[in-house]
């Protein structure tokens, strides 16, 4: 089985930054595609951004030059820098992961328990 987990999110005012991490842990024979999604009260989830095991990586419209996401390969974690944080930008940030666990088995996606980011303006 594999866990993701996200320690960080938090309390900022308008045009502060936050870091989000979220380690995948388990049995991982590879991970692919990592990323993030949020979710404000009353919304659909959305795609924040998400980086490929290539490092290729896709931001969503409205953070596009305010946030950037990474990843360690070798320690399966992904990284949300956040910057110039908005209001809007406030929601449950989750984590997700395309993996395999073993060779034989097909790629599943996991996702994290999400992480409360709040911006005050």
């Known amino acids: 089985q594999v866990q993701l987990v996200e320690p960080g999110g938090g309390s900022v005012q308008h045009g502060g930054s936050l870091r989000l991490s979220c380690a995948a842990s388990?049995?991982?024979?590879?991970?692919?595609?990592m990323g993030w999604y949020r979710q404000a009260p009353g919304n659909e989830r959305e795609r924040v951004a998400t980086?490929?095991?290539?490092?290729?990586?896709n931001y969503e419209d409205s953070v596009k030059g305010r946030f950037t996401v990474s990843r360690n390969s070798t320690k399966n974690t992904v990284y949300l820098q956040m910057n110039s944080l908005k209001p809007e930008d406030t929601a449950v940030y989750y984590c997700?992961?395309?993996?395999?666990?073993?060779?034989?088995?097909?790629?599943?996606?996991?996702w994290g328990k999400g992480t409360l980011v709040t911006v005050s303006s």
């Open positions: 388990g049995s991982i024979f590879s991970a692919y595609t």
């Open positions: 980086i490929s095991n290539s490092g290729l990586s």
């Open positions: 997700t992961a395309n993996i395999r666990e073993r060779p034989e088995l097909n790629i599943k996606v996991y």
